[in-house]
């Protein structure tokens, strides 16, 4: 039987790849969200990172840091925080859209990995003498998450202006596609763990903002 | 058919309401610390729940709201429960002592002996058990599993790996549905204790609902005496294949209620964090508001018509599927409405928001559900059995 893991480094050395696209002149880049919460890995924090504040595109200094408890992202070595009460420092000359752009391109690189694990657990489950794989109910389920890859993908490589839509469409798509999978989708070391460990990240980073 | 609750039950349902706010906290502390759930045995949630459960029969006390009483075994009664106080908390409910789908596999195919060696254990102590239905391979496909009963000594022994059992792992007694012969006549489904050489159980590491603790159960030859087949002295044919059906039709409507009571949490919460909306906001909401109370007369209806003795296959498949869906897009509408740190400066909703997903999957995937429905308008529209 296929184990249905995901890598559990993979998404978070991407994570922090996607902060270091934001300024890649100084070292250990760390993005800060709305309500001072930011996503990174354990590692990163422990280097003592570079905070860059996603509203104002200015470095952040001092601040208290105080961790926020998430069981499922830190199986994918991915940690959360708060800086609490930091000093605006010096515009940091970030490019944040491209933060967006790599977050997306995390997300969309972890439902490709889950459409390949489905593939291959489908094709070991059997239904009625047959692999489920060959019920048109679940390849139409499939389909449908490579067309929504491929279609961010060309999104992503056309150097197109990605708005919160491209991230919604992919919490509904990876959610559909985990479906096909089960009760193994409910696991924190399977792929519903990643793509939730996604749908967080992606929740403080990409989603749209209310007028409130 | 009517769903206006009759008198009695209109008291229950505002019961409900009042109790469940209780369930809340202890919801967020299962979420920590899944074994916590022995500190809140006493709430009246959850001797609710559990009375629900149980035969009138074998009830050592009924619960009762004002002059009414409330014996277990109605299906419309059991939606309005689970409905209201999943309100306060589901994982709650479903991480607490009692019958759960097992009580209903035992009614539905237990001699009478059977059914008092079940039953009467839940008047003496806080009693946990299992439905183990599901393997990894062939999900809850009843005719396909693989689990084994082989012919032993004294009796049977019970061979093969359950997966995604709720409770399976803290439980004392529980189903299991096993093959002792091949097609669907060889399905039965026995009555086993635990711990017991041959049994391993463990929990599984999963996203939500963590009071519930979720496991993979070993059976290893484990001893099974001939009396604990369930319905033993039936025919092949009324007893594991059909019970397995009969247990899902009863429970999927209180999974349904369960559903629909959390949808009706988020969005209430929703609405109490985010005092301004603007009307295309507020128009989101009410139109979910909507579908939730569309799909409660649904469920209602399908209650009334399993408490009748005329089930309705499609119509349950229709609620569950529906309902599970409902809370689902609660959860990611109040994220959306609460912007970029719902996730984070809101606990209860993180926790619902990752709850939610099991429900998909529980009695029942929501793939297998659409076929049903299909197959349900193909009848009506006279193009099918």
Known sequence: MTTLEIPTTTYAARLDAAHDSVAPDTPGVVVVGPGGFAYTTPRRLAEGPSWVSAATGRRLHGGDVRPVRNRVAARYGVACVQLVDPTPGDPARARHGLLRHHLLRAHTKVLASTVELAVADLGERTSAGGPLLGRQLVQAGLADAMLLVEETEGLLD???DVQPAVFTRLVRGGRALLRLLGGASFLIDGPGGAVLTAEQVGTLYLAAHHDH | MTTELPDHLRALDAHCVEIARELREPGMVLDEDPDA???????????LQEAMLIPP????????????????GSCLSRVVVMDRLAHGDPGVLLAAPGPSLAGAAVQALGSERQQSRFFERFTKEPTWTFFALTEHGKGSAAAELETRLVPAEHGYTLHGTKKYIGTGARAQTGVVFCRRAPGPLGIEAVLVDTPAPGFHGELLPILGLRGVRISELVFDGLAVDPDMVLGFDRRPSRRGFLGARQTLATYRPSLAAMSLGVADAVLDYARAARTTLSTVDEQRLGDLAGRVAVARR?????????????????????????????AEEATLLAVDLLGPTALLEHPWLNKTYR??????????????HRLTVFQGGLRDAGGGT
């Open chain 2, 37 to 47: 759930i022995t500190r809140y045995l006493d709430l009246p949630a959850v001797r």
């Open chain 2, 57 to 72: 029969r074998f009830a050592g006390e009924t619960y009762r709201v004002g002059p009414h009483a409330f014996p277990g």
């Open chain 2, 355 to 368: 709850d939610v997903r099991a429900f998909e999957f529980m009695e029942g995937a929501g793939d297998v």
């Open chain 1, 158 to 160: 056309g150097g197109h």
């Open chain 2, 298 to 326: 649904r469920v209602r209806e399908v209650a009334v018509a399993l408490d009748a003795g005329r089930p309705d296959r499609h119509g349950t498949s229709a609620v569950k599927l529906t309902a599970t869906r409902l």
